[in-house]
Every structure is written in C-alpha cells, then in structure tokens.
C-alpha cells in the first residue's frame, strides 16, 4: 500500500516563504513523476509544479513562477519551497505521485496516489 504524505503547511505572512515536504512511501514503491496541487476554496483545483522522477525536469504553473520551487530531496520526497508568498496562495495543497509516468506534468490523471491534503494561509 503507497501512503503519500505532506507537511509543513501553516500561516506565513505575505512576502513570506514557507516550505512543503511529502513523502511517497510503500514496499517497494518508488515515485515517478511528483506534483503539488492546491485547492483554493470555491475554485477548482490546480497544479502548482511537478518534478520528474529525478529531478531534471520541472513545470510550473504561470501563477507561481519564479516564486515556488520544486525538488526532490530523495528518491521518495518532494520539496516545494515558497517564496514572495502571496495571500492568494492561501489553499490546500495536495501532493500527488505518479507509478508509471517519469516526466513532469501538471496533469491530474498522471497522477495515482494522492496524499490528505496541507492547509497554507499567507496573511496580508
């Protein structure tokens, strides 16, 4: 069974940064391709950045470029970094890694195991 968990949300100050972890576990599991999405309230859901599955690739999402920064920091975690945190940034944001699919993607349906979901606020 593959458990995919974050941490490290909170409430940080705008012009702040904050950073996420989530970590894909399981026998034998090794992620491929990682997302974040985040879900602001009463909008849809978007994906924020994705790595592969080494790390050499990246994407992001217009909204955040230049400020967030993806990395894996193992085989199995995935850091997001935020800066020049933003009060529209407040969501959940939910990390997501893929089993068959190596490369970056802002795509959902790349993505097979989702973890619970990280509260951020960014206050102004």
């Known amino acids: 069974q593959v458990q995919v968990m974050e941490s490290g949300g909170g409430l940080v100050q705008a012009g702040g940064s904050l950073r996420l972890s989530c970590t894909a576990s399981?026998?034998?599991?090794?992620?491929?391709?990682m997302v974040w999405f985040r879900q602001i309230s009463g909008k849809e859901g978007e994906a924020v950045a994705s790595?592969?599955?080494?790390?050499?690739?990246t994407w992001y999402a217009d909204s955040v470029k230049g400020r967030f920064t993806i990395s894996r920091d193992n085989d199995n975690t995935v850091l997001l970094r935020m800066n020049s945190a933003k009060p529209r940034d407040t969501a959940d944001y939910y990390c997501?890694?893929?089993?068959?699919?190596?490369?970056?993607?802002?795509?959902?349906?790349?993505?097979?195991?989702w973890g619970q979901g990280i509260q951020v606020t960014v206050s102004s």
């Open positions: 790595t592969s599955w080494n790390g050499s690739n």
């Open positions: 997501a890694a893929s089993k068959a699919d190596a490369n970056a993607s802002g795509s959902s349906h790349k993505y097979n195991y």
């Open positions: 399981g026998r034998s599991f090794m992620p491929l391709a």
